[in-house]
T-cell receptor, first 114, second 111 residues
């Protein structure tokens, strides 16, 4: 089954404790992206990757890092999480980032930073 | 970044009614997309629009890509309880690889 898988689905942690949210897709998609969803703000893009070893900032990259060492994986790293990063996070992928390629989303990771 | 104005913010309708929601942008997009999100899940693509003026249907859903490329609407006909969810519009700039989302329309359907 074609899917985007995020782990963990839920995490409660404390300020400053480094964490990583993993994202994996099995569709051989080139393009992957991370979003955060906050009430009243819709989804906002954090980082995206056009292909292996190619990443770029979205609208709200501050406080986040990403890496794309393999095509299928695109982890989101919070080196020193803060409470304002409490949010619902989604990973998405598509065949290509340019042109008309709709994105497929994972089921989300709810992070609470205390 | 770009902003998409989506309206209405929420709708409470009775089963069988038709629904209409729309998105407007301050800048043009090459692609308009409509997604639905249910509790505990990620957004699921409903309709993708690729050309200005395009009108596309998916079952009871119909969406149009505005002629100016700055707006789009989604209609749902004869709503049913499983239509409940949050509907998002999204615009894609093909060169920037970025998807800009609207703030969502929360739809509630009563029996």
């Amino acid at each position: 089954e074609a899917q985007v898988t995020q782990n963990p689905r839920y995490l409660i942690t404390v300020t400053g404790k480094k964490l990583t949210v993993t994202c994996s897709q099995n569709m051989n998609h080139e393009y992957m992206s991370w979003y955060r969803q906050d009430p009243g703000l819709g989804l906002r893009q954090i980082y995206y990757s056009m292909n292996v070893e190619v990443t770029d900032k979205g609208d709200v990259p501050e406080g986040y890092k990403v890496s794309r060492k393999e095509k299928r994986n695109f982890p989101l790293i919070l080196e020193s999480p803060s409470p304002n990063q409490t949010s619902l996070y989604f990973c998405a992928s598509s065949f290509q980032g340019t042109g008309n390629q709709p994105q497929h989303f994972g089921d989300g990771t709810r992070l609470s930073i205390l | 970044g770009q902003q998409l104005n989506q309206s209405p913010q929420s709708m409470f309708i009775q089963e069988g009614e038709d629904v209409s929601m729309n998105c407007t942008s301050s800048s043009i997009f090459n692609t308009w997309l409509w997604y639905k999100q249910e509790p505990g899940e990620g957004p699921v693509l409903l309709i993708a629009l690729y050309k200005a003026g395009e009108l596309t249907s998916n079952g009871r859903l119909t969406a149009q890509f505005g002629i100016t490329r700055k707006d789009s609407f989604l209609n749902i006909s004869a709503s049913i309880p499983s239509d409940v969810g949050i509907y998002f519009c999204a615009g894609q700039d093909g060169t920037a690889s970025k998807l800009t989302f609207g703030t969502g329309t929360r739809l509630q359907v009563t029996l």
